[in-house]
């Protein structure tokens, strides 16, 4: 099938893009790498009557450093996200997870904006950036409000943006110094995770001081697994001790049963996962 007939603007500017988006009303939507996007349009299982593209506005695309933060366009590429220097120093699991997002030609277009704003729980971004504590920053006719990680993602394919809002970009707080691994299990290579798992880690004297854990897929939006992050505080870094720490890693989790595999399966697995992402982490696996 090919899409609906509707109108395209490619504005220059983020206000153009606002204002386009506020003509075209509730209609209206927002177009950024198209990999998502253009999927549900051919299916019809979307039918805008204005397609408001991003790929123009060159003040949403781009790293930089600001007051201790990393700042992230939101039409930053998953492939420029992965060989920035900046977010290999400062954020090296926002390209360790980016790596493992679909396959070359897809990360050549999709962007780290388009892949937040679609709120896919089991994209492998979202559940990185609520382990980061990021904080979003978007923008509508009434200007701009931030939203933390812990809020945007609200249900199942559903973000706290509004139809007239537009993603600008994304600030990570620095975690300069911490280990970091993203444990994807997947059916095949390039395909989505069954379940993944974000881990950060900060070592001291040899045991984890902090640790951070986001689950992918284990529900209708990205999971923090708080109670496993609490538990690793100040343990040593070994088979035995991570293990007994991410034992609880699936409690409060709500994963979908489907082709993929079974919801308790995955409740298993996540357990498994977890304790493998904080081990290698910490750099003892
Ligand atoms: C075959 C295939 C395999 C994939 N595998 C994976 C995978 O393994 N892991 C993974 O994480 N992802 C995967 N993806 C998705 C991929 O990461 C996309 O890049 C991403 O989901 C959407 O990014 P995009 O820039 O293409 O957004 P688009 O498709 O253009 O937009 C997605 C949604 O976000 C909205 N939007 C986009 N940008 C903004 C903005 N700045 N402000 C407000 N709203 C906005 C759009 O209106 C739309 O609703 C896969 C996609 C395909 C087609």
């Avoid at 386009?20 to 299982?45: C, F, T, W, Y």
């Avoid at 933060?69 to 420029?80: F, P, Q, S, Y």
């Avoid at 139809?163 to 975690?175: A, G, W, Y």
């Amino acid at each position: 099938m090919i899409p609906a007939s509707l109108d395209y603007v490619a504005p220059t500017s983020i206000p153009d893009a606002l204002s386009a988006l506020a003509n075209g009303g509730d209609e209206a939507k927002v177009i950024a790498g198209g990999q998502s996007l253009m999927p549900v349009l051919r299916l019809r299982l979307a039918y805008p009557t204005t397609l408001v593209d991003l790929r123009n506005v060159a003040d949403l695309r781009g790293v930089r450093e600001d007051n201790g933060d990393l700042v992230i366009g939101a039409m930053t590429r998953h492939c420029d996200v992965i060989t920035n220097g900046l977010i290999a120093q400062h954020a090296p699991l926002i390209a360790a997870a980016t790596k493992t997002v679909a396959d070359p030609a897809i990360r050549h277009r999709g962007t780290f904006g388009g892949a937040l704003s679609h709120a896919d729980p089991a994209g492998d971004l979202p559940a990185v950036t609520l382990a980061l504590d990021a904080t979003f920053v978007v923008e509508g006719p009434g200007g701009r409000r931030t939203v933390p990680a812990s809020e945007f993602f609200v249900d199942y394919l559903q973000s706290a943006l509004a139809p007239d809002e537009l993603l600008v970009e994304v600030r990570v707080p620095k975690l300069t110094g911490w280990g970091v691994h993203y444990e994807k299990f997947q059916r095949v290579a390039q395909a989505w995770a069954i379940v993944g798992v974000a881990a950060a880690v900060r070592m001291e004297n040899g045991a984890i001081a902090e640790a951070r854990v986001g689950l992918t897929n284990m529900g209708p939006t990205p999971v923090r697994a708080a109670a496993v992050e609490a538990a690793l505080a100040g343990i040593a870094a070994e088979p035995g001790a991570v293990g007994a720490a991410t034992a609880a890693t699936a409690e409060g989790t709500r994963p979908p049963s489907d082709l993929g595999g079974a919801a308790d399966y995955r409740q298993h697995l996540a357990q498994v996962l977890a304790r493998r992402a904080v081990l290698a982490a910490a750099g003892s696996e």
